[in-house]
């Protein structure tokens, strides 16, 4: 009798899994989380193509931090007085990963090297400790410690001393292009005036999805499964998939034509099952009336953030060599 009452004690006792996302992130009903991925942490280092990098804290009374990255010296006749800012948000669902990964850490010293940027990686809260909006919210917050050095006086030399605030760029992969244009979308709003202009923006396979399959979507219904259940566990205050802030092409979406920049490089990938979706976002903005313009450029033969799993590759080097392009051309005559 002793051992039937130990064996229910045990048996109610043992944590059950709540959330299971393959590969990803593991819940279990006792609050217990595992991550499969995103956990490593490289230092910072100036090893990599000569580029320098650091890690900040953007507010003491925070835990707000990034990395920063500052390019190699240039050649003083190739040199400009100042050089473009990367504002940069990493993948991960919303739940996993940070810049100081080696994956992110690699990627981002890669593009410094080859677009002569100075980058700021931002580390925002993870979900399901943090969910949404606090990642919106954290971000907020670093376009705000960006804003202020826009007079050359802000806390950080790197940004004081090299950064022409005329040129100021956001990006980000999966979740983290579904910040750049949520936080672009609050730009274009008058009432959140953050007093300082944003040339561009680069989506790398965003992360929007909807309640109603498009194109391909249905094809991989095991992928699909797993999108579908993306958006409720990172944001379950809100857990609708056509939350304007995960369908921004939804029905009683804000029009994009509110988009607070001049330029939107749109990059998917061929077998990405979110590839439609950035096409669909790409056909909706240029028919918003937004003023802008927007590009699009699709890898063939390739998946879902294909680029961070192998930087050497043919296909990763073309994507780097077109985000480079992107932050250096000069702007047209009225941004």
Known sequence: MNNDANKASTSTTTPEIAHDFPGLIRVFTDGRVQRFTGTDVVPPSTSTHSVSSKDITLHP??????????????????????????????????????????????????????????????HYRLAPEHPLPAAYEDSWLA?????????????????????????????????????????????????????????????????????????????????????????????????????PRVNPVGEGAPSLAWLGC????????EKDVLRDRGWLYYNALSRSGWMGVVEIMETQGEGHSFHLHDLGSENAQDLIKCLAHFYNRDPPPSI
């Open 143 to 243: 376009l705000q410690w960006v804003a202020s050095h826009r007079s050359n006086n802000g806390p950080e030399p790197w940004l004081n001393d090299h950064v022409d605030f005329g040129r100021v760029f956001l990006a980000g992969d999966s979740a983290g292009a579904n910040i750049v244009h949520n936080v672009t979308m609050l730009l274009g709003d008058p009432d959140w005036n953050l007093g300082l202009d944003i040339l561009g923006v680069c989506m790398v396979h965003p992360y929007f999805w909807g309640s109603v399959p498009i194109g391909s979507e249905a094809l991989d219904p095991d992928r699909k499964a797993v999108v579908e259940r993306l958006w409720p566990f990172v944001c379950p205050e809100m857990p609708d998939n056509d939350d």
């Open 262 to 269: 001049g330029r939107v490089l749109v990059c998917v990938a």
């Open 61 to 122: 009374h925070s835990t707000l931090s990034a990395r920063l990255f500052l390019p190699p010296p240039q050649p003083t006749s190739n040199r400009r007085r100042s050089l473009p800012l990367l504002v940069y948000f990493h993948g991960g669902g919303f739940c996993a990963s940070s810049p100081f990964t080696a994956k992110y850490h690699n990627y981002i010293t890669a593009v410094v090297a080859e677009a002569k940027v100075v980058a700021l990686s931002v």
